[in-house]
């Protein structure tokens, strides 16, 4: 078994990252191994939403199947991967005293054994996955904080002048 744990401190509350995280076909836009997500099920959030990510990590392809386990918004989000690779992967988010969030990424992977000797020996394994989830989470952290700060830029632009009439 191939376990790995993450995380990232964002400087945005645990809400805002979840409005982020909770669009599973946009996690394709931060993660870095995944290439595409084609949903199973009619649902697309909450529990039981079933997908497939096409995923690639250096020369290995495969075809990943999952299915959402656990939804609490906004502090945890829980997978269970069904496919050729199987285990369990969880977002967890707790609010830092800053009022930012720790955001935290668990998981625990069995793959097999062909494909296992293939991933330990040709892109390092767990230390090749705990990178590209440290990316992954780094991605994410950037692509909360720039809308945090496109958000806050707009609120700006929306103040009034001292007669109450919005600014030109």
Not at 62 to 90: F, I, K, N, Q, Y
Request: glycine residues 10%.
């Amino acid at each position: 078994m191939t376990r790995i744990s993450v995380e990232t401190a964002i400087d945005a509350p645990p809400a805002e990252v979840w409005a982020h995280l909770e669009q599973l076909e946009h996690h394709v836009d931060w993660m870095a191994d995944a290439v595409a997500i084609t949903f199973e099920s009619a649902s697309t959030r909450g529990i039981g939403t079933r997908f497939v990510c096409d995923t690639r990590v250096g020369p290995l392809r495969l075809s990943d199947r999952m299915e959402v386990v656990e939804w609490r918004p906004p502090a945890a989000m829980g997978v269970r991967h069904t496919g050729l690779v199987t285990g369990t992967g969880r977002f967890s988010l707790t609010k830092h005293s800053s009022g930012g969030t720790v955001l935290r990424w668990d998981e625990d992977l069995t793959f097999p054994w062909y494909l296992g000797g293939v991933v330990a020996g040709a892109v390092g394994g767990q230390a090749v996955l705990r990178r590209i989830w440290r990316r992954n989470l780094d991605h994410l952290r950037r692509l909360v904080e720039a809308d945090d700060e496109a958000e806050d830029a707009g609120s700006a632009g929306d103040a009034e002048a001292p007669d109450g009439q919005p600014e030109a």
